[in-house]
């Protein structure tokens, strides 16, 4: 069963930074990982994602400033986010879903927020100017 639990948010000054993690109790490392936020009064966001070879997709919002990386021996996801500014200010989740295809041809489709299956219960990351 697939369970993920993040942590790591908090309250930080613009220009810091915060790496969140997001531990999958399941042990599903086969599954296709990412990050989605959501600020108050917003839609949500796809921040960034991580394919079965390591790729990984950024929006364009956080390009240059956050990096998404997996530890599979630990069962860890993770967002690394430097030079924080107010509009990151938002709810973030950790997201998963199951990939396409079989064996070495599984890969992971480009999916919107709404199409993860699995979500954590997400960390607040507020960001003071």
């Known amino acids: 069963q697939v369970q993920l639990v993040e942590s790591g948010g908090g309250s930080v000054q613009a220009g810091e930074s915060l790496r969140l993690s997001c531990v999958d109790s399941?042990?599903?490392?086969?599954?296709?990982m990412a990050w989605v936020r959501q600020a108050p009064g917003k839609e949500r966001e796809r921040v960034a994602t991580?394919?079965?070879?390591?790729?990984?997709t950024y929006g364009d919002s956080v390009k240059g400033r956050f990096t998404i990386s997996e530890d599979n021996r630990k069962n860890t996801l993770y967002l690394q986010m430097d030079s924080l500014k107010p509009e990151d200010t938002a709810m973030y989740y950790c997201?998963?879903?199951?990939?396409?295809?079989w064996g070495g041809g599984a890969y992971c489709p480009s999916r919107q927020p709404h199409e993860y299956t699995y979500w954590g219960q997400g960390t607040q990351v507020t960001v003071s100017s």
């Open positions: 997201v998963a879903d199951h990939p396409l295809g």
């Open positions: 399941g042990a599903s490392s086969s599954l296709c």
């Open positions: 991580i394919d079965k070879d390591g790729s990984t």
